[in-house]
Nanobody, 126 residues
Framework: VQLQASGGGLVQAGDSLRLSCAAS????????MGWFRQAPGKEREFVAAISWSGGSTYYADSVKGRFTISRDNVKNTVYLHMNSLKPEDTAVYCC????????????????????WGKGTQVTVSS
């Protein structure tokens, strides 16, 4: 199984970015997909999650209203659309997968996830 994140970069505060995570080696539509991030010197934190069907989503309070998670079960890809970026959004962003056929009603437990991908760096300058 591979989860490959891409789309990171260096942007200015207020800019937008779209991250992608392409999955292979698994039945993508069987999995809840999520995004996590880790800033230097800080613990990894949950960002957003989307149910296997795309019918439900959940966001961390810090990104609610600015970020949107979506998925394409034909392309086996999950996206994170990030608007109004702030310097505090600077981090390495990783995608993850959990095999579960339920709605997403809360943050994902990083210890309960089945697969993790390598991250992509997002740097927001002020």
């Amino acid at each position: 199984v591979q989860l490959q994140a891409s789309g990171g970069g260096l942007v200015q505060a207020g800019d937008s970015l779209r991250l992608s995570c392409a999955a292979s080696g698994l039945t993508f539509s069987d999995y809840i997909m999520g995004w996590f991030r880790q800033a230097p010197g800080k613990e990894r934190e949950f960002v957003a999650a989307i149910s296997w069907s795309g019918g439900s989503t959940y966001y961390a309070d810090s990104v609610k209203g600015r970020f949107t998670i979506s998925r394409d079960n034909v392309k086996n890809t999950v996206y994170l659309h990030m608007n109004s970026l702030k310097p505090e959004d600077t981090a390495v962003y990783c995608c993850a997968a959990e095999r579960r056929f339920t709605r997403v009603t809360g943050p994902l437990d990083s210890y309960g996830l089945d697969y993790w991908g390598k991250g992509t760096q997002v740097t927001v300058s002020s």
